[in-house]
């Protein structure tokens, strides 16, 4: 009777110390934020978008490459090809420049993010990421998505122009998943991998076509 009642202690014991070394769902999406904003990556996704007037849905493949603080996004829209760069020392947003469909790239200052977040998942995903701090997080279970286990989150942003996003990571940080449902004027959108690999092509941050022109902001900053 008494080895029973000692494995019973140790058992409860030990239910009570993985309890306390859990982490809440807010944890665990820092966590991962963090370790996502230092992560090296190449992610290619499934994208779509359903237009909330006509909900005529689209779909595409896009490809997402990062490497710390550089980033590059490239896929096809009606008008050709696009890639945008984001570096420590400019940036480029490249793509037919005329109506000849002629292929070029703009120098843009070191940094601008707002590049990569106009054709990325970081467009629902770029904030909460960045400043996860500010948002309200529920965690939304676990899936496989590209052969990778992924922890999802629903979040709730503290602001009223705020998106809601559903945002899935790896345990290296990789975006696998982002996704809000649209409403109003907003479309519903999404990006799902269906291939993640840690290799980077050499190279890849540079500009693929001649450039072409500036920036006005390069008259503020340098590029």
């Not at 934020?33 to 595409?60: I, K, M």
């Not at 037919?96 to 790239?105: F, I, K, V, W, Y």
């Not at 990789?174 to 907003?186: C, K």
């Amino acid at each position: 009777m008494m080895w029973r009642l000692i494995a019973i202690a140790m058992l409860a014991g030990a239910l009570v110390g993985a309890c306390g070394d859990g982490l809440s769902d807010q944890e665990e999406f820092a966590r991962l934020a963090e370790a996502h904003l230092g992560a090296t990556f190449a992610v290619t996704y499934e994208t779509t978008r359903v237009d909330p007037y006509t909900n005529e849905r689209t779909t595409g493949e896009q490809t997402w490459y990062q490497d710390g603080e550089r980033g590059r996004v490239e896929g096809e829209s009606r008008f050709g090809p696009y890639v945008t760069i984001s570096r420590e020392d400019r940036s480029y947003d490249c793509g037919p420049q005329d109506a000849d469909g002629t292929l070029g790239c703009i120098v843009h200052p070191a940094n601008a993010v707002a590049v990569l977040h106009a054709s990325s998942p970081l467009l629902v995903a770029g904030r909460p990421l960045r400043q996860f701090e500010e948002y309200e997080v529920e965690g939304a279970g676990h899936r496989t998505i590209a052969n990778e286990d992924a922890t999802c989150f629903s979040l709730h942003g503290k602001r009223p122009s705020d998106l809601d996003p559903v945002l899935c990571l790896s345990s290296d940080g990789a975006l696998l998943l982002a996704e809000i449902e649209g409403e109003r004027q907003v479309p519903a959108v999404r990006w799902e991998a269906t291939e993640v690999s840690s290799d980077i092509p050499v190279g890849i941050f540079e500009p693929p076509y001649a450039i072409t022109g500036e920036s006005p902001l390069c008259e503020r900053f340098e590029c």
